[in-house]
């Protein structure tokens, strides 16, 4: 398993995600009803809105699993946040980064990520949006495009933009 790289400008970071006032607050109706969405959208059995602390996943909103938090040493979204684009996996049993991952390995039985990330009001990386299956899925530069804009509208919300 390959850990994701520490950012340089972690305590920046994480001073940003700190900031925003989102951490371990309750379950909010306007990220559930665009994790819903999305899932709708992708037609995913599984959608997180991850924010990446210093040691875990967070989730402020889950479609498909109530799980609320990981550690951030076995997630997904902690190598999706640092890519500038999004991560897709197609199938992470036959990735090299993912292939030995207890999610992937163990009873969860991942399969297949995307992630698009998430960044705080200076643009700091602060988390992901998540789609995963548990069955390999190909996934189009249309459908790309679109989780990217979800993205956005999880990082308004974040910021209570709108």
């Not at 951490?23 to 109706?29: I, S």
């Not at 500038?84 to 199938?91: F, I, L, S, T």
């Not at 190909?138 to 919300?157: D, Y």
């Amino acid at each position: 398993m390959k850990l994701a790289p520490i950012p340089t400008d972690e305590s920046e970071r994480i001073a940003a995600l700190t900031a925003l006032n989102i951490l371990d607050t309750p379950r909010e109706p306007r990220f559930d009803y665009l994790t819903d969405l999305v899932a709708d959208v992708f037609e995913m059995p599984m959608v997180f809105l991850t924010l990446v602390d210093s040691d875990r996943q967070w989730f402020k909103s889950t479609f498909g699993t109530a799980v609320e938090s990981t550690p951030r040493d076995v997630g997904f979204c902690d190598h999706a946040m640092l890519e500038p684009e999004a991560m897709v996996v197609p199938n992470a049993a036959e990735d090299a980064r993912f292939a030995d991952n207890p999610f992937v390995t163990g009873d969860f039985h991942l399969r297949f990520y995307a992630g698009a990330p998430l960044h705080g009001p200076n643009g700091q990386a602060i988390g992901a949006l998540a789609l995963v299956d548990t069955k390999p899925r190909e996934f189009s530069a249309e459908q790309l495009r679109r989780l990217k804009k979800f993205a956005v509208l999880a990082e308004g919300a974040i910021r209570r933009e709108g």
